[in-house]
């Protein structure tokens, strides 16, 4: 049975508003390239970006030894060329916000409990038609929710 338009989803919204640590938002910037070079995804890189794989027929390198003798390499490369040359200004904004969700808008509020800013989602057409704004507190339960957001840069 398919959900009705225009009506949230099951999803449940009795589980306890956490506490943020602060409200508002904070730059970190100045964050040096070992303190994130670790985390990488070799695999998203290797294969999704630089399209390293081994050759169909079975013959020639495993895509294994192509990681130890081009993959590695090369990204070993590029990492010393960015730290050498200071290439990178890695830097991020975070912060959590006082917000109430209303249809499939996430309104982000000032300490006043004024409109900040709206971001309107879209919904899933079919199944429990799921929407990110169902996941906070509705405008009409009287309660706030809190959002955490971020965004992370290398630079200008």
Do not use: M
């Amino acid at each position: 049975e398919e959900p009705e338009e225009g009506v949230r989803s099951d999803v449940a919204v009795t589980n306890p508003v956490p506490t943020p640590p602060f409200w508002g938002s904070r730059v970190v910037k100045g964050i040096q390239l070992k303190e994130y070079a670790s985390w990488l995804d070799e695999g998203a890189l290797f294969k999704g970006q630089w399209g390293l794989k081994q050759a169909r027929a079975g013959d020639g390198p495993t895509y294994e030894e192509l990681v130890e003798t081009e993959g590695r390499p090369h990204l070993r490369g590029w990492l010393d060329k960015l730290h050498t040359e200071n290439l990178l200004e890695a830097a991020v904004v975070y912060g959590y916000y006082p917000c109430v969700s209303k249809g499939d808008d996430l309104i982000l509020l000032h300490e006043d409990g004024s409109e900040r800013t709206r971001f309107t989602f879209p919904r899933q057409r079919r199944g429990r038609r799921l929407c990110l704004a169902d996941f906070f507190r509705p405008e009409e339960s009287g309660e706030t929710d809190v959002i955490g957001l971020q965004v992370v840069t290398v630079g200008s």
